[in-house]
């Protein structure tokens, strides 16, 4: 190798080494503040392979809790959601996660459907960056940019986030070099308690029909799991706002029975499955609590078992390891959150009590 090589070589490696810490350091970090951002990327840090995948926006990862669901069962599962997830960035995380591991079951929240295009870059961010650069998140960036963005911005991301300087926190620094779990295997756990009273009614809509896109993108997903020998199960979760119209119930009900796919609607389950809107949502009912998610995530055990003949891992040590330490995050972030919220219950009116878990 001769010297002028090695000069060209050392200056490449300074660059890219100069770059990735630039781009580390100027990304959002999404673990003291919109959380969310981070689920997509954990995936990535799972240890054991899962019996049931579950996939959507944030009736999915606000609601579904796959601790609850080992406690009951021994049945591994992961939420890979995100905030204003649309159809065909499911597809494409679906897919990523059908190329890595086989599930039993893929579980496909619908709400989705009834959004046509991504509004909000934010939102695609706080999907798509977090994938492993792959074809995967090139078809997710693809099929869901807005005009504005660019797909070179998603696979250098420095070309968007250049201008961060003047808005780095001490978050930024402090997870430059590796950042903390942020769910609970893919859900977001919250303890609070706000009623959902007085939920407004649907107004009627002009057109009840979904997007041409959407269905092309549910209906990919179905070719997928036949591909890959995985079930496929459509929920709308039980959560009463955004309002669920009918007509859009009938248009899933319509797919399921043309493509031979199951659905279950939630909403119609909610007293079966013990849900009392009072006491299991803590925002009026966009979401579960995780009271109300246990025992939807309880529910969803039971179903797993019953309907679909899902076995648990009970005495593999591999399996019974990692839940053992998942457990023991999640119940520790339970009792924290509760111990806030009753510390900010007791505090004097406007004196904060703590912040956010």
Partial sequence: MTAKLTKILIKTAVFLAL??????????????????????????????????LFVGDCEAY?????????????????????????????????????????????????????????????YNRMTVDGMRLSKYKIG???????EEESLSSYLVPLLRFHSRWSELS?????????????????????TGVKPAENVPKGRPLGDYSFSGKNLEYLGRIADLCEEKGVRLLLVKAPTVYPYWYPQWD???????????????????LSDEI?????????????????SGAEKLSFWFADMLKERYG??????DPAYE??????????????????????AAEAAPAGQPAGGKI
Avoid at 140 to 146: E, P, Q
Avoid at 182 to 189: I, T
Avoid at 274 to 290: E, K, P, R
């Fill in 19 to 52: 770059l990735s810490l630039c781009t580390g350091l100027l990304m959002p970090k999404y673990v003291e503040s919109l959380e969310e951002g981070s689920f997509i990327a954990e995936y990535y840090r799972e240890e054991v392979p899962h019996d049931v």
């Fill in 62 to 122: 606000g609601n579904f809790s796959p601790a609850a669901i080992w406690q009951r069962s021994g049945i591994s599962s992961f939420v890979r959601g995100s905030a204003q997830q649309l159809i065909p960035q499911t597809y494409w995380l679906a897919a990523e996660m059908l190329e890595r591991e086989t599930p039993k079951l893929l579980v496909v929240n619908v709400l989705a459907m009834t959004e046509p295009e991504q509004t909000n870059e934010a």
């Fill in 140 to 146: 997710a960036a693809l099929a869901s940019m807005t």
């Fill in 170 to 190: 001490s978050e930024d620094f402090r997870y430059l070099f590796g950042k903390p779990l942020v769910s609970h295997s893919g859900y977001l756990l919250e």
């Fill in 250 to 268: 009938e248009n899933v009900k319509s797919f399921a029975a043309e493509r031979g796919v199951d659905y279950i609607n939630l909403l119609e």
């Fill in 274 to 290: 013990g849900l009392d809107m009072m006491t299991d949502t803590y925002d009026a009912g966009l979401h579960l609590n995780v």
């Fill in 310 to 315: 899902l076995e648990g891992h009970a005495g």
């Fill in 321 to 342: 390891a990692a839940w053992a330490e998942k457990l023991g995050r999640y119940e520790a972030a339970k009792a924290a959150g509760y111990a806030a919220q009753g």
